[in-house]
């Protein structure tokens, strides 16, 4: 009855084996070679037992990849020397089937069966093909190995950060940003490199962004290296929920050279702006002197009139009156000319915002252009400006961007027989618009395309830079508003368009 109960319990046992997803086998330790194993080694790999069996000694070395063979042996002393019952031993390699081909295995064994001193003389082994699983992990180190030579190309950094925590991970590229070698206290290392005035504004930055639920961050701040040298920090993150917390993951990257290539950029172009302020004063110099010698001849005419009354001591208190208040009017006048001429020849890039009124900024920019119109035969008509038409703006920047757009009409205005320029301001919504009309050609839609990018004239080599419109477009931007042609209109009209407020 017990043979039989035994019996039973084997055949069950052999039936559970074969029902298995997975290789079930036993191995001999002693002769090395596989004692059983379950059909799915059959129906799988293409082997038989007896296939197998014959192999003896050559068992490994036949069927096992031979870079994996030093893991096998390390995984048999440690099943003949240390393992103890009840232990799993679990360990990857690649075995190879019936027609050659190699299939990664995961592998967990046990000591099955012990000799009379208790040395393991079998193992019962479960192994499973992990192909798929391998063929993802090969993808995706090749994936991180391609990203970390494109960001090493880049000279990019990556990082984690929890500002909560507050926890930081940096590779070893974020520690050589900010001029320090790796070590195991990242924020550290931040605080003592990142400048005073930018440590905390940084903080801020991601708790702020932290506590409003905010995706991403983008952060500049500037660090101090070991020589001395200043090195600004670009920081870009996006937050994420994972296993470890709430974190942001993100690249850094130096941007000194940008910055200093911004900053020469900007000197240069700061250098052509006042360039071509020089020209156009050039330009204008004659009808800016004219502008101030009629005065001066009328200031002289009553001057000599007063002279003469005194002489003759013939003082006619009107008349005394008339050419003291015409005097004034005419200093007043001249007094204008000098204050838009030293306006003009300043940058005006770190004057505070101001409200003015659009028709004193229109019409002191006249002072500068009217005289020249009227000796070249132009027309100047300017609409009536409501008084209350009022601008937050850096007066002297669009006053220039104005003073640019009617040297530009002027030129235009000369190719055609009916010289005329007209200037007006209008409503719209929350701007207000300044428009610049002329009598020249209408711009054709190819050169309208491109008229505002830099160093693009339609200008006489020598006669223009082709930074004019350009320059007066990056203004207007700045001052959030915008410079364009209105292609609806029927003569050639440039807009200004301007927010009440900043």
Known sequence: MAEEILKNQKNLVEQVFEFLPSAVYLF??????????????????????????????????????????????????YVLNKMVDGEVLHFEYRFKDVWGQYHWIDDRISVFK????????????????????????????????????????????????????P???????????????????PLETFRRRVLPEDREPSYSAFMDAYNRN????????????????????????RKQESQMGTRFYGVA???????????????????????????????????????????????????????????????????????AESIS?????????????????????QDPFELVSAKAMVEETLEFCKTRFYNYGVELEVSPIDEDFEIECRVIQVEQVLLNLLNNSFDAAQKSEEKWIRVDAVEYGDYIDIRVTDSGPRIPDDVAQKIMQPFFTTKE???????????????????????????????????????RLQ
Do not use: C
Not at 276 to 287: I, P, R
């Open 28 to 77: 001999d330790l002693q002769t090395g070679t596989m004692a059983w194993f379950n059909e799915n080694v059959a129906s799988r790999f293409g082997w038989t037992q007896e296939q197998l069996r014959a192999m003896g000694q050559n068992y490994w070395p036949t069927v096992m990849h031979p870079d994996d063979l030093g893991t096998l042996e390390k995984s048999r002393d």
């Open 114 to 165: 012990r000799d009379d001193k208790g040395v393991p003389i079998s193992v019962v082994g479960i192994a499973a093909v992990i192909d798929d699983q391998k063929a993802h992990e090969m993808q995706l180190s090749q994936t991180l190995e391609k990203l970390n030579l494109s960001l090493s190309a880049a000279k990019m950094a990556t990082f984690e950060y929890d500002p909560v925590a």
């Open 167 to 185: 926890i930081g991970v940096w590779d070893k590229r974020m520690f050589e940003l900010h001029g320090e070698q790796p070590n195991e206290d």
């Open 214 to 237: 905010d995706p991403e961050i983008y952060i500049r701040y500037r660090v101090r290296h070991d020589d001395g040298s200043i090195h600004h920090i670009n920081m870009y993150g």
């Open 253 to 323: 990257w130096d941007s000194t050279r940008e910055i200093q290539t911004e900053k020469q950029i900007a000197e240069t172009q700061a250098k052509m702006i006042s360039a071509a302020k020089m020209a156009a004063l050039g330009e204008m110099s004659g009808g800016i002197a004219h502008e101030i010698n009629n005065p001066l001849t009328v200031i002289q005419a009553r001057s000599f009139q007063l002279t003469q009354m005194v002489e003759q001591e013939k003082l006619d208190p009107e008349k005394i009156k008339q050419a």
């Open 329 to 349: 009017k005419t200093a007043d006048k001249i007094a204008r000319i000098i204050k838009s001429l030293r306006s003009f020849s300043r940058e005006g890039e």
């Open 461 to 499: 080599l020598g006669k223009g830079t082709g930074l004019g419109l350009s320059i007066s477009s990056g203004i207007m931007k700045n001052h959030k508003g915008s410079l364009f042609l209105d292609r609806g209109a029927a003569n050639t009209t440039f807009v200004m368009r301007l927010p």
